[in-house]
């Protein structure tokens, strides 16, 4: 094949080429174990410290509030089972959203079996979450609440200045996943007020297999995988240095021009809405206004959704139905089918996701394809 549009960056974007410089000596000349107390240990714990630094940096946290993992979904899994395991008696309540990533949502139904009392907050129609419907639910024998950031699938952004809020006031602590806000959201940890927030470097140019919790000082969250001391004795395993490095690099380059990145982001998807409503008939575009810049959920009314993104692949255009975590089963998003969308309409629904190298041009071509594409399976 030879043109690709990459329209799926909420599954993954491409890393870039600076992120890659960055990480480079950290895969060859400094290849030392950050445990080791030699020189060439040093320079890898050199390198791990200046991305550790820089992390809490941008997110207004401590040094060592900061804790590398193996991505978004062993932060998930790192801040439900290790609050759970250290919860106080008398707090075996834990509250998520209906709508929550799957790493978030079968490691909760995962701690119901070992005893955990499992609550689920609805979002409204649109997706949105209310931070009193946490309260509504109860708070009091809480351990752990948790409300994502923006959703994987719509890109609704939620209220976690309120949710944090509610749930220190009843003692609960409040977890954030902000995998897809990151990157493009000027988030700071302690403007939130938050307990603990996970994210994933190659959900904003970073590469795969490193991912990040903050745990704020002072919260008691017990380790997830244990070995060695590294990431202070809460995450064993030699630790991933060039991956580190790669992620606080991308984080770094997403910081600068923020609000220029964004908006140009959110111009090509506003451009690409525009055409596809004018262009194509009968489409509903799911959930609100107040949505990251570059995600756009798609139903096309009567369309089989998995013929169509086969049709579109044909073509070069990655897309996704869903989740890309939800791919190649044959059941319809939960999310959108917690928003009210029958069975029919989750499955003739598409999720474009946009990033910073996506331009007009693609979406032109995108647009066009998706045309004759729509054609093929409704003929
Ligand atoms: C992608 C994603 C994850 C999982 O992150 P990985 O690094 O791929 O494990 C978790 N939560 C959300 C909202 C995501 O979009």
Known sequence: MDKIVYFDNAATTPLSEEVLREMKPYLTDFYGNANSVHTVGRQAVKGLDMARETVADILGADFNEIYFTS?????NNFALRGS???REKGRDKLVVSSIEHSAVLSTASELEKQGAKLSMVKPDKNGYLLASDYEKVG????FLAGMMFANNELGTIQPIKEFAKVCSNFGALSFVDSVQAMGVTDIKVKDL???MLSFSGHKFGGPKGVGVLYIKNGVKVAPLITGGYQERSKRGGTSNVAGAVGLATALKL???DLEKQTANIRSVKDYFIKKVLSEIGGVTINGGENSLPGIVNITFNGIDGEALLYALDLKGVCASLGAACSAGTIEPSRVLKEIGLSDIDAKSSIRFSFYKQNTTQEVDYAVEVLKQAIKKVSG
């Open 254 to 256: 997403s910081r600068i």
């Open 84 to 86: 759970f395991l250290a």
């Open 193 to 195: 007020g938050v307990s």
């Open 139 to 142: 708070l009091s024998d809480c």
């Open 71 to 75: 991505g978004g979904t062993e932060s």
